[in-house]
Structure formats: C-alpha cells, structure tokens
C-alpha cells in the first residue's frame, strides 16, 4: 500500500462536473466497435477506461478523480492505455445509468464506477458485460456479479473509530450519530456496524441524523442536535462531516466535554493539532480516494488477461486494506506528512501495480 501525495497535475478546489474526456493520446483504442477482453484473452492493449462517479458533492470525491488521472497518465505514457473516459455528475441513480451507457457507446474496455446504489444498477451492469466490457465497482460493494467489487472493508472502517469512541464514553454514556447520505450502500454499511459495536458496549445512541457528507450541513445538524440532546458524552460521524460537528461542539463551548470521532481530512486535523493542548483526542480512519487507482491497476492486469488467485477474490468482492489509521499515538507523523496540504485533502493510499498484481495468479 502507497501514501499517496497530491496528484501532481494541480488540486481542483471545485467538484469535477458533467462529462469530461479526458484524450490522453491522439487517438483512441479502437474505431469503437467496443467491448473488453474480459479475463481471458487479454493483451489487446491500448485500452480505454471510463469512469462513472453519480455524486459529486465533497472534495473526496474531486480527489479521487485527481488520483485516478494522474494514475491513468503513467499507464499511458507505457503504452498501456490511450484515453480516459470520466462522467462525473451529481445525479440520481437513472443519471448514472445514463452515465454508464455513455461509457458503453464509447467503447470502453472497462468501467470503474463509484455506485449510487447498491442494487439499483444491476441491469445496466449486465448491458457493459453483455458488451465484453469488464466493470469495477469501488468506495462501495455492489451485489451484481457481473461487477467485481474493489473496496475496503466500511464495515471495518466504521467498527475501528466506533469502538475507539464506545472506549471513550463507557457503559451507559450517551452519543449522537451524524450519518452520510441515507441509503447509500457505504452509509448503511457503516453504520449497521457502528451501530453494532455501541448495542454491545451498552452505549445509548440518543438519535441518527444524517449530513450528507457535507461539513456545512454537518456543523447545522449538530448545533441541532445539541441545542435537543444537553446530555451528549459523544458524537460518531463520517467523511467529510467531523471538521462541521467539532466547529459546533466548539461553538457551543464543550470541546473537552463531548467527545468526537473525526476524520482523516486536514482540516478536521488541523482543529484536532490545535486543541491537543487542551487535553483533545480523536481518531481518523483513512477511507482511501486512492481506491480508484486500486481498481485501474486491477482493471489492466483483468484486460492482460490475469486470473485472481485462488483466495484473493469472496465472490465478487477483492477487499484491499485499510491504509492505516490516525490517533494519538501516530497523528505526529501523520500530520507531519499531510500538514501542508489544503484542508480538504484526505490522507490516502493505494495499492501498488506489485501489491495488485499479487492478487493474481
């Protein structure tokens, strides 16, 4: 597993909007006949990849799509590829079927898609396999076995930092939940494993709000919260959201006195640096936007034609790792490393084209 920097084509402090072609060589793979190699013929190479992102409403998302990019330009400076294809929009589930037939008329070789739904995207899966085209889901899981999953673990994710705070406040302590976006397949997961940990640690979950993922509507959410919930010990949260909730517990004056799950995100750690001196701890998960560079190093050894090894693929799903985790016994070094980014990055990692290649045969 890679750290991985700033990509160095230059952070874009907006969201990616619409559809954007990025032509990485003069010319592309085909004459757009289309279709993949799928996992057996392999090695018609340059291929073109296309990406689907349905949701664009945080910087991760704008990191990921950096990554991605910049991972995308080494291959094709090989030879190894000759256009990425990005459509990458807020939209709903039927505008992310949308997207991917897009990509389907482009002639991909594979599509690496962050879903909006679980389930919901099933039939159209089946119309990019239909076409040869291999299909990589990440950030989430999605049931379809005509995709295979490239991911972490969320549940995992959401269990570290939720065992970390159920620690913190003990048997019998109160906490408030600020959730993403309700029925998201990484929502629901998380949470019903946070969830979890707090049922059998006795702690009391007072109420579930949700805050989209978004800092400013996290910190409103929050200030509500507390202005309904006087006996808060705790708060769990996700990406995105931890920076708006400590800005409401600070603002409210019971920074020291709630205790708060954060983020590995600069911002959320640069509130965290500063009130370390007054007694402050957290924890951040790294939920890697480098899972897209994961997924295109498995996508190309899928067109050469590789096999998963037998062990490294449950079905349709290669869990990679989670990079590694912030608190306070590694935030020094961490910080060390990432302080001088902009307070939207986050930490990341990916898997390297050796650490990819081992998941094969």
Known sequence: MVLMPRPSRGW??????????????????????????????????????????????????????????????????????????VESADTDVNGQIQQIRNLINRGVDAIIVNPNSETALDAVFREATGQGIEVFAIDQAVTSEDVTNVVIDQAEWARISAEWLAAQVGEGGNVVVVNGIAGHPANEMRWGAAEEVFTAAGVNVLTVADGNWDQATGQQVMTNLLATYPDVDGVWTQDGMAEGVFRAVDAAGRIGQITISGEARVGFMRLWNDARANGFQSIGVVNPPGGAVSALHMA????????????SIDGNTVTVPIPYTVDETT????????????????????LTRDEAAEFFE
Request: proline share 1%; net charge negative.
């Open 331 to 350: 935030f020094d070094q961490y910080w060390g490393e990432a302080g001088g980014e902009s307070d939207a990055y986050s930490l990341d990692g990916s």
């Open 12 to 85: 874009r402090a907006g969201a990616v909007a619409g559809t954007v072609v990025l032509l990485l060589a003069a010319c592309s793979s085909d004459d757009g006949d289309g279709g993949g190699n799928g996992g057996g013929g392999g090695g018609d190479q340059p291929y073109t990849i296309g990406l689907s992102n349905g949701f664009v409403g945080s910087e991760w998302r704008t990191q990921m799509v950096d990554g991605l990019e910049a991972a995308f330009a080494e291959y094709e400076e090989e030879g190894i590829v000759d256009e990425l294809v």
């Open 300 to 311: 190309v050894n899928v067109l050469d034609g590789q096999e998963f090894a037998s062990g």
